[in-house]
C-alpha cells in the first residue's frame, strides 16, 4: 500500500509539473522514471519475486541394494541383497549393503538470508539517473566526466552482487575459504571504484561551484561599474 501510495504521489507531482510546462522538462521526466523503477523493483520484491533461488534435495529414492566384500583393499560384489548370497567367500572380510542407483527429487528454496538481484538491477538504473543529473544540470559536467561517474557507480554495484552471491551453502568444507576470499576481493575492487567515483564527482562539484562563483563576481562587478558609470 505504502509504494502504491508513493506511486501514485509521484504521478500527481508529475501531472501538476506538465500542466505548466517549465523549463528542463527532461530532467524532471528522469527523476519520475526514478521514482517509478524504486516502486516497481520494491512492489516486485515485496511480492517475492526478483531473488536467487537455489536447488536443494528434497527426498531420495534409492533402488538395487547390492552386497559387497571389502577383503585386503579389494572390494568383490557378492550379489543382490534380496538373492541368497553364500557370505563364505568373504572370511575374513567386512560384508557392506550398496544401493547401485538413486534417484533425487530438488526443490527451489530461497537462499538464507534471502539475496535480490531486482535490489541490485534497480540501484544500477536508478542511481545512474541520479549521477546523472546531479552532473550534467547541477554540476555542468561533461559528458566524458558523466560517463565515467556512471560506469564507477555500474562497477560498484556488480561487485557488490557477485560479492553477495558468493555464498557457502552446499559447499565442500576445503572450498568455503577460496569463497570468502572472492567475497573480500570483490568487495574491496568496488570499494575503489566507490572511492575513485567520489573523488571525480567531488571534482567536478568544485568545479562548477568555483565558476558559478566567479560568474557571480564577474556579475556584481560588472553591475557596480555599470551603475556607478551611469
Known amino acids: 500500500t505504502a509504494f502504491v501510495a508513493f506511486l501514485l504521489l509521484a504521478l500527481l507531482v508529475h501531472y501538476d509539473r506538465n500542466r505548466y510546462k517549465p523549463r528542463h522538462q527532461m530532467n524532471h521526466h528522469l527523476m519520475f522514471l526514478a521514482c517509478l523503477l524504486c516502486c516497481v523493483c520494491y512492489m516486485t520484491m515485496a511480492n517475492g519475486h526478483g531473488r536467487i533461488w537455489r536447488h536443494a534435495i528434497q527426498d531420495v529414492t534409492p533402488y538395487d541394494l547390492q552386497r559387497w566384500c571389502d577383503q585386503d583393499g579389494e572390494t568383490t560384489l557378492l550379489g543382490s541383497a534380496d538373492e541368497a548370497t553364500d557370505e563364505e567367500s568373504c572370511i575374513g ?57 556512471i560506469a564507477c557507480n555500474s562497477v560498484t554495484i556488480l561487485c557488490g552482487l557477485c560479492a553477495a552471491s558468493m555464498r557457502s551453502e552446499g559447499v565442500d568444507a576445503a572450498s568455503i575459504p577460496r569463497y570468502v576470499t572472492s567475497r573480500w576481493v570483490y568487495w574491496i575492487f568496488g570499494m575503489m571504484f566507490y572511492v575513485l567515483l567520489l573523488s571525480v564527482l567531488n571534482r567536478a562539484v568544485r568545479r562548477a561551484a568555483n565558476k558559478q562563483r566567479a560568474n557571480a563576481a564577474n556579475a556584481a562587478t560588472f553591475n557596480r561599474l555599470f551603475f556607478r558609470g551611469v
Open 93 to 149: 572380510g567386512n560384508v557392506t549393503y550398496r544401493w547401485r542407483s538413486a534417484t533425487a527429487n530438488f526443490k527451489r528454496v530461497p537462499l538464507d538470508p534471502p539475496l535480490f538481484y531486482g535490489m541490485y538491477l534497480m540501484w544500477l538504473c536508478t542511481t545512474g539517473i541520479t549521477l546523472y543529473l546531479l552532473c550534467r544540470p547541477v554540476a555542468h559536467a561533461s559528458f566524458r566526466v558523466t560517463a565515467f561517474v
